[in-house]
């Protein structure tokens, strides 16, 4: 138990101490988010927060590490290198996004190589649980492709409901909560460590994200958070024998799910790409239906979190 304190502090104090580091070298740099018709702020804020994140995740990480190497823990420590790794291969091509722009199919073949990699490293859906049954083992072909549309999927999730002062931070970190204490219900400790790591990085953050923002996750931060948690929930939820193991994760991330498969088939169906940005986003139905920016905020924050005490239950009556 302490250390899980340990990971949470560290992660939380960490992103405490960087962002404001960050602050200040995006706004020196202009690396700033100009306001336009699509967005709701109406002065340049910094982005590339997620190098905050990525810090104060990486040093709760490799204390983490540390500390499971000196007492002899049992963790598998190769998915954890491979996620770290991978996660700092998000962040970089999110960071090169913040800072001069790159083209979506760029940003998603790097994606896929990041995927690929934690893939490789056992980062694997290799079976799916149901409550029929039981196990039903997948193969070759359908794990790897379920795989990369897992963990790009949600990775560009979490990407498109960033679109309000702290919405996606607080969303990761409600998730990254829950998955959490379903880990520790699977005894799935190396997930555990992770998604501990990204609850306190994302609550340390969202002191400097939540209205009015002083910076903004940039597609760093949102690929970033997205990312942690698909592969997390892999090693925690997916790979477990758990019956409900399948519904779990898609009831935990289901308000960014969700909202990304709605604006897919609206864009497709409106004859556009799935790529181009609109303003048709949950979180701007709420500001147009005459809630508050924080009002909105805190609709979806109660949303995910109903639908996380919902699945946990699931989690603990199994």
């Known amino acids: 138990m302490l250390l899980y304190f340990g990971i949470f502090f560290i992660a939380f104090f960490a992103t405490i ?11 020196n740099k202009g690396i700033v988010d100009q306001p336009n018709a699509r967005k709701v702020h109406i002065s340049p804020v910094p982005r590339l927060g997620g190098a905050g994140i990525f810090l104060g995740f ?10 499971a190497w000196y007492f002899g823990m049992h963790i598998k420590f190769l998915p954890i290198f491979g996620i770290l790794i991978s996660s700092f291969i998000i962040f970089a091509v999110g960071a090169v996004d913040d800072i001069k722009g790159l083209k979506p199919l760029t940003k998603f073949v ?3 190589l ?6 490789f490293l056992g980062v694997e859906i290799n079976f799916i649980s149901n409550p029929f049954n039981g196990i039903f083992p ?14 790009t999927g949600v990775t560009n999730a979490i990407n498109l409901i960033d679109g309000l002062d702290g919405l996606a931070t607080g969303v990761a970190a409600i998730s990254a909560g829950t998955l959490f204490f379903v880990a520790l219900r699977t005894h799935e400790i190396g997930a555990a460590i992770i998604l501990l790591s990204i609850t306190g990085a994302a609550l340390g953050f969202l002191r400097y994200n939540f209205f009015p923002a002083k910076i903004f996750l940039g597609d760093s931060g949102s690929y970033l958070l997205g990312f942690l948690l698909a592969a997390s929930a892999i090693m925690g939820v997916f790979k477990t ?3 409900v193991a399948l519904i779990i994760p898609l009831l935990i991330l289901g308000v960014p799910i969700f909202d990304t498969i709605f604006a897919i088939g609206r864009r497709l169906g409106n004859g556009k790409s799935p790529f181009a940005a609109d303003n048709k986003h949950i979180h701007h139905m709420l500001l147009r239906a005459g809630f508050t920016h924080r009002e909105a905020v805190f609709a979806i924050y109660i949303a995910c979190f109903l639908l996380s005490i919902g699945a946990l239950l699931m989690a603990l009556r199994k």
């Open 241 to 243: 024998t758990l019956v």
């Open 58 to 67: 990486a040093f709760a990480i490799v204390f983490a590490l540390l500390w």
């Open 138 to 151: 997948l193969t070759l072909f359908l794990s790897v492709p379920l795989t990369l549309i897992w963990l």
């Open 110 to 112: 790097w994606q896929l």
């Open 17 to 27: 101490f960087f962002t404001p580091v960050v602050i200040a070298f995006a706004s």
């Open 114 to 119: 990041a995927s690929a990699v934690v893939l």
